[in-house]
C-alpha cells in the first residue's frame, strides 16, 4: 500500500460529481445524458433530513408542489424524480434532481448544518464499467475554540476505485473572504 497526501487550489467551483456531461466552462451538467444516481444513508443518518433544512431552488409556477413531496424524494423514495449530482463545498452540498417526465430539475441546498449530514452515492457508468462510488459527508458546524465569532466549515468525500480510496478534505472559515484562495487536502491509498 501506498499513501500520498497532497492539496489542491479550487477554482471558483466546488467538487461536483454527476451521473452525466458537465459543461466544464459553468460547471453545469447536460440533462439529457444523465443516469439515476442511488443514494444509501448510512445507519444512524436515517433521520438527517428531517433535522437539516435546505433551501430549495426551482420554478415554482411548473413545479407547485415540490416543496410538499421534497423529502420523499431526497430520500428516494418517489420514483418520478432523482438524484443526476451533488456538488460539494466547505460549507454545502448543492443536490441536483431531475424529473424527465415534465422536463424539469430543481436544486437542493445545505448550507451551514447544525448537524452532519452523511450519505453514500452509487453512480452508474454510461460506458459498461463498473458504478463509481463516493461516501458525501457535510460536517455540522463549528465555532472556534479562541474567538467563537469564527465557525469553522468542513466537508468531505471519499471515491472509492479499484485499487484504493481517495479522501478530499474541504475546509474553510467564517472570517476569510468569500472569494479568497480555496484548497481541497488530499489522502490517496492505493494497494
Not at 41 to 62: N, R, S
Not at 98 to 127: A, G, H, T
Not at 132 to 141: E, R, T
Amino acid at each position: 500500500m501506498r499513501v500520498l497526501r497532497y492539496e489542491l487550489k479550487l477554482s471558483e467551483f466546488g467538487y461536483m460529481i454527476a451521473s452525466g456531461n458537465i459543461v466544464t466552462t459553468d460547471n453545469v451538467v447536460e440533462l439529457q445524458t444523465t443516469l439515476p444516481i442511488k443514494v444509501i444513508m448510512p445507519e444512524g443518518y436515517e433521520d438527517q433530513f428531517d433535522i437539516a433544512v435546505p433551501e430549495l431552488i426551482y420554478d415554482e409556477e411548473k413545479i407547485p408542489n415540490f416543496r410538499d413531496y421534497y423529502h420523499e424524494i431526497l430520500l428516494d423514495k418517489n420514483p418520478d424524480w432523482y438524484l443526476y449530482s451533488c456538488e460539494v463545498t466547505a460549507r454545502s452540498l448543492a443536490l441536483g434532481y431531475c424529473n424527465r417526465k415534465i422536463d424539469k430539475d430543481v436544486s437542493v441546498i445545505f448550507e451551514e448544518v447544525s448537524q452532519s449530514i452523511k450519505f453514500r452515492l452509487v453512480v452508474q457508468r454510461q460506458n459498461n464499467k463498473p458504478d463509481s462510488i463516493y461516501d458525501v459527508y457535510l460536517l455540522a458546524v463549528s465555532n472556534d475554540l479562541e474567538n467563537p465569532k469564527i465557525k469553522h466549515y468542513e466537508a468531505r468525500v471519499t471515491e472509492y476505485f479499484t485499487d484504493g480510496r481517495r479522501q478530499l478534505t474541504f475546509t474553510d472559515e467564517s472570517h476569510r473572504d468569500p472569494i479568497s484562495d480555496k484548497f481541497v487536502y488530499i489522502d490517496e491509498y492505493v494497494d
